[in-house]
């Protein structure tokens, strides 16, 4: 019988023995062992959790250990991780994001405010009530903000997930439906700061009477008459 070493010195050789030449694995394990040990995050952020997304990159919790590599392109990311707040003027723009991602994809909703909204949930006028009203989400994690372990945790339950998953049941798998966590009634309003006030002709072309309290010699685009009903 031939000696067989754990992780020998030198490089390893063919043998006779089939068990140290073969793997046997399935395609659904390798196919989600490459997805999740290579997940590419979009490199995205609105307001004040990216600050401790920054921080998981950084030396101390350095999530790039899990194969995950930020880049700056939604073409080459599979992964998008909504740190901050939305507002219902970029939603727009954050589903184009979405939609220009690589399949197969996965989004995690991160802090209270791309969760519920968080704080501005009660009053605000523009903050979205959840990004899932948006963009189906694969992980959620509160906090306000989180901190880096909480986004490695998600990381680790995001791996476990994509680590279940098989190719033959993703049509069953993909989300058909969103669920909306809070029911409103908001409508879209068109734009009421166009700018056409601080257009008018009485702002651009102060009064006669003020050019006159002011001391100034009068403009020459202000016709003596103009304005003096002002
Ligand atoms: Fe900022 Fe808190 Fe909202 Fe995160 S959840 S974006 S930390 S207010």
């Known amino acids: 019988m031939t000696d067989t070493i754990t992780n020998p010195i030198e490089y390893p050789e063919i043998t006779q023995q089939l068990s140290e030449n073969v793997i046997l694995t399935t ?72 939609e220009q991602m690589a399949e197969p994809k996965y989004v995690i909703a991160m802090g209270a405010c791309t969760i519920t909204g968080g704080m501005f949930s009660v009053d605000s006028p523009s903050a979205v009530r959840g990004v899932d009203k948006l963009i189906p989400v694969d992980v959620y994690i509160p906090g306000c903000p989180p901190r880096p372990e909480a986004v490695v945790d998600a990381i680790i339950k995001l791996r476990k997930k994509i680590a279940n998953e098989s190719i033959q049941e993703r049509e069953k798998t ?23 006030y601080l257009r008018s002709e009485e702002r651009e072309t102060p009064s006669k009477e003020i050019v006159e309290a002011m001391g100034l010699p009068l403009p020459l685009a202000l016709p003596a008459t103009a304005n003096s009903q002002l």
């Open 27 to 98: 395609v659904d394990d390798i196919y989600n062992w490459a997805k999740m040990s290579s997940l590419y995050p979009l490199m995205f952020g609105t307001a004040c959790c990216f600050m401790e997304f920054m921080a998981a990159y950084a030396s101390r919790f350095d999530m790039e250990r899990y194969g995950m590599i930020p880049r700056a392109t939604p073409r080459q990311a599979d992964l998008l991780i909504t740190a901050g707040t939305i507002t219902m003027k970029y939603a727009p723009n954050l589903v184009r994001l979405y």
């Open 174 to 196: 993909q989300q058909t439906h969103r669920y909306y966590s809070i029911p409103h009634n908001m409508k879209v309003v068109p734009p009421m700061f166009d700018g056409e």
